[in-house]
């Protein structure tokens, strides 16, 4: 793989250079906060970031086994950002979406929904490896002359009405019209502004592998429902070694997920097939690292506080069953971009409270009722009732039968 110019530059600006004054500053150099910066600096609009962790290193030259599914809106998001063109690696479009139900080792139910390329006027998302996304924007973080790239480095924000003053561990000190929180789940900044949280445990760990497979999938994702979990099949760009390849996310309870994880190669290879539901993609090979990651929903209470917003893992996170964590996030950051690049034309001030009352209007209620579908989503469907399990299987196909309902779903997913 192709160095990024991120893997030859430590830091845009030295330790002994000042930093200047910027409109936002971003805390949180993830997809989402780089992308925001990218975003925003593309504009004219003057960008710190600031991340705690070396840029470098988060690139992962070997493949793992992680990817992101894009859809459609986001897509035109990290375009605008002048991210999308860098990628190093070609993404696989997904062109049709199997929806199932059944049990480990059994044919999946007769009563099914697929979504096909008759649905949509573009593919319904795109599969980027996580690696060849880290690689993109650390590139597209050293384009723009108005954002400063700071990492790794430690902010201490101190917000006034009047504006923020962020203090790095290295001595450097900056202003900021407005700080936005991209710091994850465990948000400090979040925290540091009591802002509440709710948060929702599913006792469900997620599996998050690779697999090359005999046959090809033909840009086809599969969405199987199982009483432990769902299980989700997501169609990759194939390798010279693994021409057919897949990334697999595979939600089963705790305990029993890490155990599967933990098994040698040909048992995790059947016991995969054994939730595949069918044998479409016939015998598979586990490539990559296995990952394991604890599911769980949380919301916090409010998105704005003085002279800050939230956005991404920091303001919201979801069940994968719908594969909308991420894109939920490039969600916020659509919003966001839209309101601060017209704030920028009107010569507004970034922080102003009725800005931050404008995103948390435009993404909050949104954002809700998507953790709502999902959180229903996951309880509906991982379960081994017969009778829930006869009405859900009857919901599916009722939607598979009703072209109009199909579309519908289809557009709201792609965030179109």
Same mark, same amino acid.
């Given at each position: 793989?192709?160095? !990024? =110019?991120? *893997?030859?530059?430590?830091?845009?600006?030295?330790? !002994? !250079?000042?930093?200047?004054?910027?409109?936002?500053?971003?805390?949180?150099?993830?997809?989402?906060?780089?992308?925001?910066?990218?975003?925003?600096?593309?504009?004219?609009?003057?960008?710190?970031?600031?991340?705690?962790?070396? %840029?470098?290193?988060?690139?992962?030259?070997?493949?793992?086994?992680?990817?992101?599914?894009?859809?459609?809106?986001?897509?035109?998001? %990290?375009?605008?950002?002048?991210?999308?063109?860098?990628?190093?690696?070609?993404?696989?479009?997904?062109?049709?979406? %199997?929806? $199932?139900?059944?049990?480990?080792?059994?044919?999946?139910?007769?009563?099914?929904?697929?979504?096909?390329?008759?649905?949509?006027?573009? =593919?319904?998302?795109?599969?980027?490896?996580?690696?060849?996304?880290?690689?993109? &924007?650390?590139?597209?973080?050293?384009?723009?002359?108005?954002?400063?790239?700071?990492?790794?480095?430690?902010?201490?924000?101190?917000?006034?009405?009047?504006?923020?003053?962020?203090? &790095?561990?290295?001595?450097?000190?900056?202003?900021?019209?407005?700080?936005?929180?991209?710091?994850?789940?465990? *948000?400090?900044?979040?925290?540091?502004?009591?802002?509440?949280?709710?948060?929702?445990?599913?006792?469900?760990?997620?599996?998050?592998?690779?697999?090359?497979?005999?046959?090809?999938?033909? +840009?086809?994702?599969?969405?199987?429902?199982?009483?432990?979990? =769902?299980?989700?099949?997501?169609?990759?760009?194939?390798?010279?070694?693994?021409?057919?390849?897949?990334?697999?996310?595979?939600?089963?309870?705790?305990?029993?997920?890490?155990?599967?994880?933990?098994?040698?190669?040909?048992?995790?290879?059947?016991?995969?097939?054994?939730?595949?539901?069918?044998?479409?993609?016939?015998?598979? $090979?586990?490539?990559?690292?296995?990952?394991?990651?604890?599911? !769980?929903?949380?919301?916090?209470?409010?998105?704005?506080? $003085?002279?800050?917003?939230?956005?991404?893992?920091?303001?919201?996170?979801?069940?994968?069953?719908?594969?909308?964590?991420?894109?939920?996030?490039?969600?916020?950051?659509?919003?966001?971009?839209?309101?601060?690049?017209?704030?920028?034309?009107?010569?507004?001030?970034?922080? /102003?409270?009725?800005?931050?009352?404008?995103?948390?209007?435009?993404?909050?209620?949104? +954002?809700?009722?998507?953790?709502?579908?999902?959180? $229903?989503?996951?309880? %509906?469907? /991982?379960?081994? +009732?017969?009778?829930?399990?006869?009405?859900?299987?009857?919901?599916?196909? /009722?939607?598979?039968?009703?072209?109009?309902?199909?579309?519908?779903?289809?557009?709201?997913?792609?965030?179109?």
């Amino acid at each position: 793989m192709v160095a !990024s =110019p991120a *893997s030859t530059v430590s830091d845009s600006m030295s330790a !002994s !250079s000042q930093v200047p004054d910027v409109d936002v500053c971003v805390i949180g150099a993830g997809p989402v906060g780089a992308t925001l910066a990218c975003r925003l600096a593309r504009e004219g609009i003057r960008v710190a970031i600031v991340d705690k962790a070396p %840029l470098a290193p988060m690139e992962h030259p070997d493949f793992d086994g992680r990817a992101y599914a894009i859809a459609a809106g986001p897509k035109t998001l %990290l375009e605008e950002a002048g991210v999308w063109e860098l990628l190093p690696l070609d993404s696989c479009p997904i062109e049709e979406i %199997l929806v $199932t139900d059944g049990r480990p080792g059994e044919p999946a139910s007769s009563l099914f929904l697929e979504f096909t390329r008759e649905d949509a006027s573009q =593919p319904f998302g795109w599969m980027a490896e996580a690696r060849a996304l880290r690689v993109a &924007l650390n590139e597209a973080l050293h384009m723009y002359p108005t954002l400063s790239v700071l990492s790794p480095a430690e902010a201490k924000v101190e917000r006034k009405p009047e504006g923020a003053t962020i203090r &790095l561990n290295d001595g450097r000190v900056f202003n900021a019209a407005l700080v936005v929180a991209a710091d994850g789940r465990k *948000s400090k900044l979040r925290s540091e502004a009591g802002i509440p949280l709710t948060k929702l445990s599913y006792g469900q760990t997620a599996i998050v592998c690779a697999i090359a497979h005999e046959f090809p999938h033909d +840009n086809g994702a599969l969405e199987h429902f199982l009483p432990a979990g =769902p299980f989700a099949q997501l169609p990759m760009t194939g390798t010279d070694n693994h021409p057919y390849l897949s990334a697999i996310v595979w939600s089963d309870k705790d305990g029993t997920a890490e155990r599967f994880a933990a098994l040698p190669d040909d048992v995790f290879a059947r016991e995969i097939e054994r939730r595949m539901g069918n044998t479409r993609l016939g015998k598979v $090979t586990p490539v990559g690292r296995r990952w394991t990651y604890p599911l !769980s929903a949380q919301y916090a209470q409010r998105y704005t506080d $003085t002279r800050l917003l939230l956005v991404g893992d920091a303001a919201h996170g979801i069940h994968p069953i719908a594969g909308q964590g991420l894109n939920l996030g490039f969600r916020d950051i659509i919003a966001l971009s839209e309101i601060l690049i017209a704030a920028h034309h009107a010569g507004e001030d970034f922080g /102003s409270p009725a800005l931050l009352a404008r995103y948390q209007a435009r993404c909050r209620p949104a +954002n809700m009722l998507m953790l709502a579908a999902t959180d $229903t989503l996951d309880r %509906l469907f /991982s379960n081994n +009732n017969p009778v829930i399990r006869l009405a859900r299987d009857l919901g599916i196909a /009722s939607v598979h039968r009703l072209p109009a309902l199909r579309k519908a779903f289809v557009r709201h997913a792609m965030g179109l």
